[in-house]
């Protein structure tokens, strides 16, 4: 299942005033996706298909303050404990003194970047025996995407995200 959910950011100019009701309505619907996307999850699994789950999920365990509002993050329902992704349960642990990271944006405020884990591969119990290798190909943070001079201006020039793939083998 291909899965973008809504961003929680307030879309277009607002004033100051308005942008935290504005972000708690976002991160309303957000969240209703998320369940949404999780009773989908359910049905298939409880039918004994295979899931996998990716995409740009816009949220991430511990990632802002809406969080606390709402109790978990949109990726935590998604996931729920029927889906595994190494890199957002990372997150749901200590928090790894350099967390995972599949995005970068520009604070123009601040002139300098900030990393956010977004974009998943979330799968099924059900094909965890088929040995799956996740890997985001960020090009600070992966070796071999790094010294790849061609590969890690690509990846810088494509988008503000980087990509995450999962190989598994043949089953």
């Not at 708690?24 to 969240?31: I, P, S, Y």
């Not at 606390?68 to 595994?84: A, C, K, R, Y």
């Not at 790849?148 to 089953?171: K, N, W």
Request: charged share 20%.
């Amino acid at each position: 299942m291909g899965a973008p959910l809504k961003p929680k950011a307030p879309q277009g100019p607002k004033p100051p005033e308005a942008i935290p009701a504005a972000a708690t309505a976002n991160r309303r619907k957000q969240l209703a996706q998320a369940i949404w996307l999780h009773r989908r999850v359910e049905e298939h699994v409880a039918a004994g298909e295979h899931v996998m789950v990716l995409g740009d999920l816009n949220d991430g365990p511990g990632l802002d303050q809406y969080e606390q509002l709402f109790g978990q993050s949109s990726v935590e329902i998604v996931m729920g404990d029927l889906l595994h992704d190494p890199h957002a349960q990372s997150l749901l642990q200590p928090r790894p003194a350099i967390p995972p990271s599949t995005s970068r944006f520009y604070n123009a405020e601040t002139k300098r970047f900030t990393r956010a884990l977004l974009d998943y591969v979330m799968i099924s119990q059900s094909l965890m025996g088929l040995r799956p290798q996740w890997r985001i190909w960020h090009p600070f943070e992966d070796g071999e995407c790094y010294a790849d001079a061609d590969m890690r201006q690509a990846l810088l020039d494509a988008s503000d995200h980087f990509p995450v793939t999962l190989d598994i083998e043949a089953g």
